[in-house]
Nanobody
Framework: QVQLVESGGGLVQAGGSLRLSCAAS????????MGWFRQAPGKGREFVAA????????YYTDSVKGRFTISRDNAKNTVLLQLNSLKPEDTAFYYC?????????????????WGQGTQVTVSS
């Protein structure tokens, strides 16, 4: 089992940047595929990005490609999401997630473990 704690959210103007961080507990962090999801007010939870166990492969939803970057540091049990060129429609609660058995990063079904989330608000 893994516990996840996000940080780094906040209020930013359109065009600005934020970096979200997710700290994971446990000694088996490198065995989990990691992902980021988001949920805007009144909408369902949406997949944003995923990264493979080694960090060599990544996958993004189309709306964030070229703007967001997911990365991980297995030595520090941390996964990051760099958000650049932010738009008001990126406003949402962002969640870090972990899955041990996932085989394909393009599989965006819900993950096994979730953090509590961090709010990102982009003003126009």
């Amino acid at each position: 089992q893994v516990q996840l704690v996000e940080s780094g959210g906040g209020l930013v103007q359109a065009g600005g940047s934020l970096r979200l961080s997710c700290a994971a507990s446990g000694r088996t962090f490198s065995t989990y595929v990691m992902g980021w999801f988001r949920q805007a007010p009144g909408k369902g939870r949406e997949f944003v990005a995923a990264i493979s166990r080694s960090g060599a492969a990544t996958y993004y939803t189309d709306s964030v490609k070229g703007r967001f970057t997911i990365s991980r540091d297995n030595a520090k049990n941390t996964v990051l999401l760099q958000l650049n060129s932010l738009k008001p429609e990126d406003t949402a609660f962002y969640y870090c997630a972990a899955d041990r058995d996932r085989q394909r990063l393009s599989n965006t079904r819900p993950y096994d473990y979730w953090g509590q989330g961090t709010q990102v608000t982009v003003s126009s």
